[in-house]
């Protein structure tokens, strides 16, 4: 089984950064804010000083390690298996494109990765060298981040998303707290909470998981079901320049796939190394 399990970890990883990197992209090089200046902030006012720290922003590059444990059914046959990954990510907000590459360490054996997603394709290196692509089957890119127009979207659609779970008020889905010169955001989506995000996160994962599987096993699109039980995202913002330093997230999630029921447990951390001013593109080889 671990070779099927092969690529649902990949496909599950590259989702999962998609989403984590279009919904978190700010600007490495705002202006520091003044001394004195926007105390007592609450979270529309973080995020609203974040957006503003993003406009002027081409891209990001981020240093992302995580891990992944799924259990999968297979007519009975029970398997987990649990895999970790190291990967550098280099992301453009206008047009949105990203190139990954590193590695992922699973059952002992370690294998190298690299994915570029441009143009609402995804290209991803084989074990032998080669390249498989696949179009992003029914799901644009922008709708994964924001539109590729407005660079800003993304923040704004945290922002909305914080107005829906009651502007500034705190509980247990919504938290902010102030942790080493950063604001720390924190959102927790169960169906309860934001049914429609959840179901947009499930389209995505879909969407990037039926071009390679389709290649691998006899299925469709109609044949693959995901659910997302559980998704929590932290965030942390520079208290000075707004600039967001780390993301943090986990994702709970079951799929179903013909005859194999897979259960995940998916945690990730995403590290700001800089602004990224060069031009993503894919290599002749690969097309």
């Known amino acids: 089984m671990k070779q099927i399990l092969r690529p649902f970890f990949i496909l599950l990883m590259m989702a999962a950064l998609t989403i984590a990197g279009c919904s978190n992209s700010a600007e490495q090089g705002a202006d520091a804010e003044k001394p004195g200046e926007k105390k007592n902030l609450g979270m529309q006012d973080v995020l609203s000083e974040a957006d503003k720290a993003l406009k002027e922003g081409k891209g990001l590059s ?4 995580g891990n992944q444990t799924m259990t999968m059914d297979l007519n009975g046959q029970k398997e987990e298996l649990e895999q970790t990954f190291d990967i550098d990510m280099d992301m453009t907000t206008d047009p949105l494109a990203m190139h990954m590459k590193g590695s992922m360490k699973m059952m002992g054996q370690e294998m190298p ?43 704004e659609q945290l922002r909305q998303f914080v107005d829906k779970l009651r502007g500034d008020k705190q509980d247990e889905n919504l938290k902010m707290s102030k942790e080493d010169g950063a604001y720390v955001i924190e959102v927790t989506v169960t169906k309860d909470v934001d049914a429609e995000f959840l179901g947009q996160m499930e389209d995505a994962l879909r969407s990037a998981m039926v071009p390679q599987l389709e290649q691998s096993l006899p299925i469709s699109k109609d044949d693959i079901n995901v659910k997302v039980d559980k998704y929590v995202q932290k965030v942390w913002i520079d208290e000075n320049n707004f600039q967001q330093k780390k993301v943090e997230q986990t994702m709970n999630a079951k799929m179903d796939i013909k005859d194999i029921k897979v259960d995940i447990v998916q945690d990730m951390k995403m590290d700001l190394k800089g602004n990224f001013e060069g031009t993503i593109t894919v290599p002749e080889e690969a097309k």
């Open 62 to 65: 981020y240093a992302i390690t």
């Open 113 to 155: 990765m690299e994915i570029y997603m441009v143009d609402n394709m995804m290209y991803q290196k084989t074990e032998t060298g080669g390249w498989t692509k696949g179009q992003l089957d029914g799901l644009d890119m922008a709708q994964m981040g924001g539109q590729t127009q407005t660079p800003n979207q993304a923040l």
